[in-house]
Every structure is written in C-alpha cells, then in structure tokens.
C-alpha cells in the first residue's frame, strides 16, 4: 500500500490517500482536516483513481500525484502505511477465534494487513446484497483469503 499525507495553506489538518500496490485509488481520509464541502468537492474531482507510475521512487511518485492537482499549493508526503490486528480486530465485528487470527495474521505480509482491512467494507456490502451468504469467521476470512476477491461485481 501506498499512503500520501497532503496538507496545504489553505486547510488546517492532513488529508490521507491510499493506493494500492497496483497503483489504484483504494482509500480517501478526510477526517483528520478541516475542509469546506467545495474544497472535498474539489480535492475528489482532482484526485486520479489510478495513477500511472512510471518511476516508482516517491519523490516522482508525489511529482506526479501533485500535477493532478494543478497550480493548488500541496505539500504531498509519501508514508508506509501500517494496520495492527487489534485494528483489524476491531473492525471485524464478529468476535471468534482472536488466538488463531493473530497467528494468521503474524505470518501475512504488511500489504495483505492493508487489504484485509481496507477492503472489508466491499465484503460486507457484498454480504448485505447476497443475504442468502453470512459472514465468514474472522480466521476464515484471514485463512481463506476473503480480501482477494472481487467483489466490485
């Protein structure tokens, strides 16, 4: 995963942004700033979905992000982006198995930790549009691979 803090002049606070490994937009954080409903407005029309990278160094990475943005005066940091179980745990509100989760997730790598995280909400959407399906056991979403599939569809 790949996170970028954005702070500007113009706004109190920091906006996070996260890109996954294939480079497309996964995730926009506006809650630790303070910004006017034009100015979200604005930052959503600006910022790419996918960014093509050609040079994967962050000082070209945030060269190019910040180009999307025109002549808006950013300063645009790229940061590692890191998920703890207890997070994890936390968000995955269905209480079974914790010793077994964390044996799981201490062998996964720190962009496995990121997906399995950011990309829980599309499995419960999916859940909530297949009723028919319940939810998985937190080590058999972790064990099974939940967050790798596609659930866009």
């Given at each position: 995963m790949k996170k970028?803090?954005?702070t500007s002049p113009a706004y109190t606070g920091e906006i996070n942004v996260m890109y996954g490994l294939d480079w497309k937009l996964l995730f926009i954080d506006f809650l630790k700033?303070?910004?006017?409903a034009e100015q979200i407005d604005y930052f959503k029309s600006k910022c790419?979905?996918?960014l093509p990278v050609e040079d994967d160094k962050a000082e070209a990475v945030t060269t190019q992000l910040a180009t999307y943005f025109g002549k808006s005066k950013l300063n645009i940091v790229q940061q590692g982006y890191f998920v703890s179980f207890d997070q994890w745990w936390t968000r995955y509100d269905l209480k079974r198995n914790r010793a077994r989760c964390e044996k799981l997730w201490?062998?996964?790598s720190e962009a496995d930790h990121a997906a399995a995280y950011f990309k829980l909400p599309l499995y419960e959407r999916h859940l909530s549009i297949e009723k028919w399906k319940t939810k998985a056991d937190p080590d058999t979403y972790l064990r099974n691979r939940y967050f790798d599939n596609d659930y866009s569809k």
């Amino acid at each position: 995963m790949k996170k970028f803090i954005i702070t500007s002049p113009a706004y109190t606070g920091e906006i996070n942004v996260m890109y996954g490994l294939d480079w497309k937009l996964l995730f926009i954080d506006f809650l630790k700033c303070d910004l006017t409903a034009e100015q979200i407005d604005y930052f959503k029309s600006k910022c790419p979905a996918t960014l093509p990278v050609e040079d994967d160094k962050a000082e070209a990475v945030t060269t190019q992000l910040a180009t999307y943005f025109g002549k808006s005066k950013l300063n645009i940091v790229q940061q590692g982006y890191f998920v703890s179980f207890d997070q994890w745990w936390t968000r995955y509100d269905l209480k079974r198995n914790r010793a077994r989760c964390e044996k799981l997730w201490n062998k996964m790598s720190e962009a496995d930790h990121a997906a399995a995280y950011f990309k829980l909400p599309l499995y419960e959407r999916h859940l909530s549009i297949e009723k028919w399906k319940t939810k998985a056991d937190p080590d058999t979403y972790l064990r099974n691979r939940y967050f790798d599939n596609d659930y866009s569809k």
